[in-house]
């Protein structure tokens, strides 16, 4: 079955310490997305990629870098210069210049201990 | 961005329909009007998207203006399963196919 899958679904990480989460999709979608949600709030993007090797910043991209080497991964490093990590993290994809909808995976819970 | 406006919490009986609208007034002509909902702790889940046109599918109904300004999403029967928090979203494809999310509504279902 195509789809998204995010790993882990839950990380804790210590303050000062850089996280990568992964994102993987084999729906050969061309662009991909993470947001991020914090409690009771809705999801803002942080970056997204239309084609590989190439990504823009969304509105919260401060504290986050991310890569597109190949089409079907994106992941997303968050690093020690984010002040407040700890939020759940989606990543999504969709065809480029269509009007389709979006696939969203199952998310990564990440925890600053 | 275009934004959509829509109702912070709305409640319906099981088995019956749900109408959740969505104002958006500052709508161009290359929106695509989207609808989503979240479960808690899961991704959204897609539910229906339309241009113009009144769109049905397995999921909902998507009603929208003539004028484009508005639309409404029907759940013709709504389940317990149905709870969920709504968004409704534009999408511009000419600028990155970005979806930007409101709050969304919180729709609960009573059996």
């Known amino acids: 079955d195509g789809g998204i899958t995010q790993s882990p679904k839950y990380l804790f990480r210590k303050e000062g310490q850089n996280v990568t989460l992964s994102c993987e999709q084999n729906?050969?979608?061309?662009?991909m997305y993470w947001y991020r949600q914090d409690p009771g709030q809705g999801l803002r993007l942080i970056y997204y990629s239309q084609i590989v090797n190439d990504f823009q910043k969304g509105d919260i991209a401060e504290g986050y870098s991310v890569s597109r080497e190949k089409k079907e991964s994106f992941p997303l490093t968050v690093t020690s210069a984010q002040k407040n990590p700890t939020a759940f993290y989606l990543c999504a994809s969709t065809d480029r210049g269509r009007a389709y909808g979006y696939t969203f995976g199952s998310g990564t819970r990440l925890t600053v201990v | 961005d275009a934004k959509t406006t829509q109702p912070n919490s709305m409640e319906s009986n099981e088995e019956e329909p749900v109408h959740l609208p969505c104002n958006h007034s500052t709508i161009s002509g290359t929106d695509y009007i989207h609808w989503y909902r979240q479960l808690p702790s899961q991704g959204p889940e897609y539910v229906i998207h339309g241009l113009t046109s009144n769109v049905n599918n397995r999921m909902a109904s998507l009603a929208i203006a003539e004028d484009r300004k508005s639309s409404t999403l029907i759940l013709h029967r709504a389940t317990l399963r149905d709870a969920a928090v709504y968004y409704c979203?534009?999408?511009?494809?000419?600028?990155?196919?970005?979806?930007?999310f409101g709050a969304g509504t919180i729709l609960r279902v009573k059996s």
């Open positions: 729906l050969n979608h061309d662009a």
């Open positions: 979203i534009l999408r511009d494809w000419r600028y990155g196919n970005k979806l930007v």
